[in-house]
Nanobody
């Protein structure tokens, strides 16, 4: 199994910044896409940012962002540490949500690619 531990959430004023981390551990053979989702009060869970993985190409990994965070949020990953990050700048009250890490991983070379979820970390943007 694969476990994900998120950290870095908290309370921040509008215009402030936070950096979320998601560390994957356990029986990991390979990690593919690493993503961040969020679920605001009374809202459905939505994709915030994702980073694809090309094991043989460390120079460029495809990334995708929700339109609402483009230019403010940056996803990155440290493949050696099996960790993904979400740098969030110029935060707005509408960014308030529980942020979840999602990782697609294999536990063996012949096994299926499986989605794993973290427990979520609260981000609150308020003055």
């Amino acid at each position: 199994q694969v476990q994900l531990v998120e950290s870095g959430g908290g309370l921040v004023q509008p215009g402030g910044s936070l950096r979320l981390s998601c560390a994957a551990s356990g029986s990991i053979f390979s990690i593919g896409t690493m993503s961040w989702y969020r679920q605001g009060p009374g809202k459905e869970r939505e994709l915030v940012a994702s980073s694809g993985a090309h094991p043989h190409d460390s120079a460029g990994e495809p990334q995708d962002y929700a339109e609402s965070v483009e230019g403010r949020f940056t996803i990155s990953r440290d493949n050696a540490k099996n960790t993904a990050y979400l740098q969030m700048n110029n935060l707005k009250p509408e960014d308030t949500a529980v942020y979840y890490c999602n990782v697609v991983a294999q536990t063996t070379s012949w096994g299926p690619w499986t989605h794993y979820w973290g427990q979520g970390t609260q981000v609150t943007v308020a003055s």
